[in-house]
Nanobody, 124 residues
């Protein structure tokens, strides 16, 4: 499956952005999908994931209550709604698809298809 991430941009702290991950090729319905992010000078980290039938979802602690991941299998899209953004959310965000087991759901090695990344910048 090929993935295309979009929706990044510049926003003030407290604002919102909606990221989209569009799939082509194989149906997205057969994959779990996650968002990861990488801030300058830091390692890529897990943000959120949603399983094949929408179960979960799973979030890293720093975004719980602010971010919401959802999927529309018919439209082959997964979205990440980001509210109450903070400067520390600044990063390039990547969507990824795969068939992780529970222990790899929050790890890069659980996913074998990656989008190109979309930059989110939150100003203070």
């Amino acid at each position: 499956v090929q993935l295309q991430a979009s929706g990044g941009g510049l926003v003030q702290a407290g604002g919102s952005l909606r990221l989209s991950c569009a799939a082509s090729g194989d149906p997205l319905s057969g994959y779990s999908v996650a968002w990861f992010r990488q801030a300058p000078g830091k390692e890529r980290e897990f943000v959120a994931a949603i399983k094949v039938l929408g179960s979960g979802p799973y979030y890293t602690d720093s975004v719980k209550g602010r971010f919401t991941i959802s999927r529309d299998n018919a439209k082959k899209t997964v979205t990440l709604q980001m509210n109450s953004l903070k400067p520390e959310d600044t990063a390039t965000y990547y969507c990824a698809a795969g068939r992780p087991i529970l222990t790899t759901l929050r790890q890069e090695r659980g996913y074998n298809s990656w989008g190109q990344g979309t930059l989110v910048t939150v100003s203070s």
